[in-house]
């Protein structure tokens, strides 16, 4: 799977770029806020439809335009598409070779992406949030139909929050509890399933590369935690059952504090090293290692789904990696294959591509392309 080309039309401080990508290392150079991540942003919207900064539609056109377009030309065993993505503040519209997608779900696929970027740094740190994000953009790698059914769950969840906090912490009618409860619990085992299976399966991936990049040094291992009943290999229905059980059971508190309390939004990854939370017990550099290993697994496992390698967009990680860690990204990267956007604010950092035959370096300045040292 590679983009062959990239066009971005008044996208941020992107005015017009019109980027030819090589087959394996695209290494975009630049000072800070210059477009090196704006362009990274373009290819994950091509393949996602949506923004890994969380940014509204208004936000990505450029400053006194009222549009903007990013335009690829994707091949995936040896089917080149043309995708599309234009953007009003009205939202975005894909097209798919030149024809108007409907379907969300005829959009996705032609461009599969991992993103790994200063961000995931933080995983084995932070709260669960960025955990439950890290997950869910790995779930939707594999199966690019969990969008859909995480917004559906999502809508679910702010029906039963706007009735929780509607009613004052005073009891509703039962019936009606009932209803919502149902709505949200199907939703929810389905994201549930999703995210369950993908971690069984990812697991016995991961251990594997974390082992393999730290030379049999580390042991790790990664848990979903979730609501009580939310365990590997339980179907959809057991799931829901469980979910509605908990609805149940904490529907005073919910009521009290005027939101629910239970479910996918509020689940977690637990990481642990030798059986020890990585959170409390972990080294900074055992930290990188994790992370990296997260990463690195995640990529293999859409590779192993798809049979075809996802393009990596790898956004300043360099800089923020140790000594060690970063060569260990570089010697993997070096030999994994596929194709890969590198941003870096010195060349020196990324010791992959030397040659021409390998890399294309470009220069980001204030929104404008052009050709790197290296070129």
């Not at 900074?284 to 075809?308: N, S, T, Y």
């Not at 570089?330 to 021409?356: C, P």
Request: aromatic share 8%.
């Amino acid at each position: 799977m590679q983009l062959l080309r990239l066009t971005c039309e008044r996208f941020r401080n992107l005015d017009h770029v019109a980027l030819e990508a090589h087959p394996r290392f695209n290494i975009l150079e630049g000072d800070n806020g210059q477009g090196k991540t704006n362009l990274l942003e373009a290819i994950y919207l091509l393949a996602t439809f949506r923004s890994f900064r969380d940014a509204r539609s208004a936000e990505l056109i450029g400053w006194g335009h009222t549009t903007a377009l990013v335009r690829g030309e994707a091949v995936r065993r040896e089917v080149t598409r043309t995708i599309a993505v234009e953007i009003s503040a009205k939202g975005r519209r894909a097209e798919l070779d030149g024809k108007a997608v409907t379907s969300l779900s005829s959009f996705f696929g032609h461009l599969n992406v991992v993103l790994f970027g200063p961000d995931d740094l933080a995983v084995t740190k932070e709260g669960p949030a960025l955990r439950r994000r890290l997950l869910d953009r790995a779930v939707f790698g594999v199966w690019p139909a969990y969008l859909d059914e995480a917004r559906a769950y999502a809508t679910a969840l702010k029906s039963r929050n706007k009735l929780l906090k509607q009613s004052g912490g005073r009891a509703v009618d039962p019936a009606l509890m009932a209803s919502f409860d149902q709505e949200l619990a199907r939703r929810g085992a389905r994201v549930l399933w999703r995210r369950l299976t993908y971690v069984d399966s990812f697991r016995p991936l991961f251990e594997r590369v974390l082992s393999d990049m730290t030379g049999g040094k580390l042991e790790g291992d990664l848990r979903y935690v979730g609501l009580p009943g939310a365990r590997e290999g339980a179907d959809e229905e057991a799931l829901e059952a469980a979910f509605t059980e908990r609805l149940a059971a904490t529907v005073d508190t919910d009521l009290r504090r005027g939101y629910t309390t239970s479910g996918p939004h509020t689940d977690d990854l637990d990481f642990s090293l030798a059986g020890r939370p990585v959170r409390q017990f972990a080294s900074q550099g055992q930290h990188r290692a994790f992370v990296l290993a997260l990463k690195v697994a995640e990529m293999q496992r859409i590779a192993q789904a798809l049979g075809v390698f996802p393009v990596l967009l790898l956004d300043d990680v360099s800089s923020e990696l140790d000594r060690t860690r970063n060569a260990q990204l570089m010697s993997y990267l070096d030999g994994a294959g596929g194709q890969v956007f590198i941003t870096t604010t010195d060349r020196r950092w990324v010791q992959v591509g030397r040659t021409d035959e390998t890399a294309r370096v470009f220069t980001v300045r204030g929104g404008v392309l052009g050709p790197g040292a290296d070129s």
